[in-house]
């Protein structure tokens, strides 16, 4: 039994050794194969860059990034998103071309940035309306920041007390590398610009911090006693977006590009890219493509607000 | 000596003095090649020492050592920032301790059942499969737990969110079974026939043999089969920071959201600026990884020590 098996064993192994030979020998020559006419225009583009950062910005650097290869086949963008605070920290380090960002960077950043002879230059992009979102069965429908601050430091930890069913609250925020983390502990948490603004508040220890913003509208759409924050490209008919209300006696508002326009909505931020020194060449040219009217189109294909 | 010995033995009077050196020339080669691997091994594990403690200590001058391991705030981004990692060191022993006790005794039970009960047939095609369980990549038992296990643990045990310590142990307890079943089975399997057969001419059944006779045999293995297990439960990263729901308090109950070490390293470490306050603290956690897997480690292997004197006597 023993040698038929090891036999049988090897010759499986063999046979996806060659598999796995034959496939990277096509890969290489499918690599080679599509030679750029030298007439096509815009060919004359070449190089390749990083964008690192943020995961709210992600999906929206994808597309773009897909459109400009797509334009320039010589060009070639590696995008990541594992959040703003990598991407930031990525350009401090001088490993990353462009940072893309969901907040703008802190002044202890751009002193760091400085110590390493870097010189962060922002541009913004796109805006974002943050949204608030909970299963679709949470009878809830409008909060204030107040009642989002307290959720969020755990000094309310039922839906009843915030005019909902009887039901233990599930406070999902992003982990500490996310921009979109950051920026709703300024101005959500902390209340920041409202009279009742507190510096000393955190969020509470009971407050679920996950990995990735898909990560949490999939809780979000499994868990009726969830709430998460995504960006408004996030939003699907899944979760239920809250209207927000600035103050108990302003208007309930709900993220949209319109209210996001026109800065009804309570949290809407910009959303940036950070790059070393004013861009040149081919970085130059991709931001020139993003920030047209073309490329503008895409973001609110994507659900951003487009700038203007 | 011994080894310049053995190919003297070998070697007959017709062998030509020029073939016998360079017989011993290229012995030669291949110990020293051999002694540059060993030696590999220890360089690369002090190079971990050294760098983890010279990243690591510095955390230690602006929160002193008891407060950094019994504080049970950290928030890395405020400011000025706290670092105390109690929360994250009982997230990694509830983890750990959970998914020990899953996967020990299904891991030890089907390793008898393998060695011991099943014929040579089913052996042959199961314990390769389990096997394959250990190639399945960790952030694909992530992907499982997040879709499939969480809900099902929330309902179960009527759970806020099913993202929780339990949920992580629980995946955890798959990988590590693997390595349980194999290792363990390979050591059940080492026990002479002799002793087997003497248990059944004393009229044992065949229960009572692999309790009496087969594991107590094999237990030194089986006790490093365990300890693999905890090895991994303890480091693993991709799944916990998948599943564990990262919550920052200190978990009272493995079926809380926590967040165990090795997910506060990989969810912190992104946006830490070398050399930076938040990037120190997190090679702390690191340093504190390494001495506990160090200590799991060396207690194995002194009681793995005591069980084979104890069993040779």
């Known amino acids: 039994m023993r040698p038929k098996t090891a036999k049988m064993r090897k010759r499986w192994l063999l046979a996806a050794l060659t598999t796995a030979i034959g496939l990277i020998v096509l890969a290489g020559c499918a690599g080679s194969a599509p030679a750029p006419s030298p007439t096509s225009p815009g060919s004359e583009l070449s190089g390749s860059f990083k964008i690192i950062g943020s995961n709210t910005v992600t999906p929206l650097t994808a597309l773009w990034a897909e459109e400009f290869m797509r334009m320039h086949p010589k060009v070639n963008i590696a995008v990541s998103g594992p959040g703003s605070g990598v991407g930031i920290a990525a350009l401090i380090n001088g490993t990353t071309d462009i940072a893309q960002a969901s907040r703008k960077m802190k002044a202890k950043e751009f002193d760091q940035a400085r110590a390493n002879g870097i010189e962060p230059y922002e541009i913004e992009i796109a805006i974002d309306a943050l949204s608030v979102v909970v299963h679709p069965s949470n009878p809830v429908s409008e909060l204030t920041i107040a009642q989002l601050s307290a959720i969020y430091t755990g000094q309310i930890t039922n839906w009843k007390e915030v005019g909902g069913s009887d039901g233990p609250i599930v406070a999902i925020a992003r982990d500490t590398n996310s921009g979109t983390h950051v920026f709703f502990k300024e101005h959500v948490v902390q209340m920041k610009g409202l009279p009742t603004e507190d510096k000393s508040l955190e969020y509470g220890s009971k407050v679920l911090l996950l990995p990735s913003t898909e990560e949490g509208v999939t809780e979000v759409t499994k868990n009726p006693n969830a709430i998460f924050y995504p960006g408004l490209g996030y939003v699907t008919d899944k979760i239920k977006p809250l209207a927000i209300k600035r103050t108990a006696d302003a208007p309930a508002v709900l993220p949209s590009v319109a209210t996001a326009l026109d800065g009804s909505y309570p949290i809407a931020r910009p959303l940036l890219y950070y790059t070393n020194g004013e861009p040149t060449g081919v970085i130059k040219a991709f931001i020139d493509y993003c920030l047209s009217p073309e490329g503008q189109q895409k973001v609110a294909e994507v659900g951003y607000v487009p700038l203007e | ?313």
Not at chain 2, 124 to 150: H, N, Q, Y
Not at chain 2, 202 to 209: P, Q, V
Request: charged share 15%.
């Open chain 2, 1 to 313: 000596m011994l080894q310049r010995g053995a190919p003297g033995a070998i070697a007959t009077a017709s062998l030509t003095k020029s073939l016998r050196r360079r017989w011993r020339l290229g012995e030669r080669a291949i110990e020293s090649w051999i002694f540059l691997n060993g030696l590999l091994a220890v360089v690369v594990l002090l190079g971990v020492l050294v760098l983890l403690l010279r990243e690591g200590l510095p955390a230690f001058t602006y929160t002193p050592p008891w407060k950094f391991f019994f504080g049970t705030e950290w928030y890395p981004v405020s400011d000025p920032p706290t670092f105390g990692m109690m929360p994250f060191f009982v997230a990694t022993f509830w983890v750990t301790l959970v998914s020990t006790a899953i996967a020990v005794p299904i891991g030890v039970g089907c390793a008898a059942y393998l060695a011991e009960v099943a014929p040579a047939k089913v052996r042959e095609t199961v314990k390769p499969l389990i096997e394959l369980l250990a190639g399945i990549p960790s952030v694909v038992m992530g992907f499982i737990g997040l879709m499939l296990l969480s809900p099902l643990v929330q309902s179960a045990f009527n759970l806020n969110t099913g993202l929780s310590g339990l949920t992580a142990a629980i995946m955890l307890s798959m990988m590590s079974l693997p390595i349980i079943v194999s290792v363990s089975e390979d050591a059940l399997r080492a026990v002479p026939k002799e002793f087997r057969e003497a248990a059944y001419a004393l009229g044992a059944t065949k229960w009572e043999t692999i309790r009496h006779v087969s594991i107590p045999g094999a237990l030194s293995g089986i006790v490093a089969a365990v300890m693999l297990g905890v090895g991994r439960a303890i480091g693993e990263t991709m799944t916990v920071l998948m599943v564990a729901g990262g919550a920052l308090a200190v978990p009272l109950s493995p079926t809380e959201p926590m967040m165990p070490m090795t997910a506060a390293i990989a969810s912190g470490i992104g946006n830490a600026v070398r050399g930076g306050l938040q990037y120190q603290a997190l090679f702390a956690i690191g340093l504190i990884l390494f001495i506990m897997t160090l200590t799991v480690n060396l207690i194995a292997d002194r009681v793995l020590e005591r069980q084979k004197r104890k069993f040779t006597r």
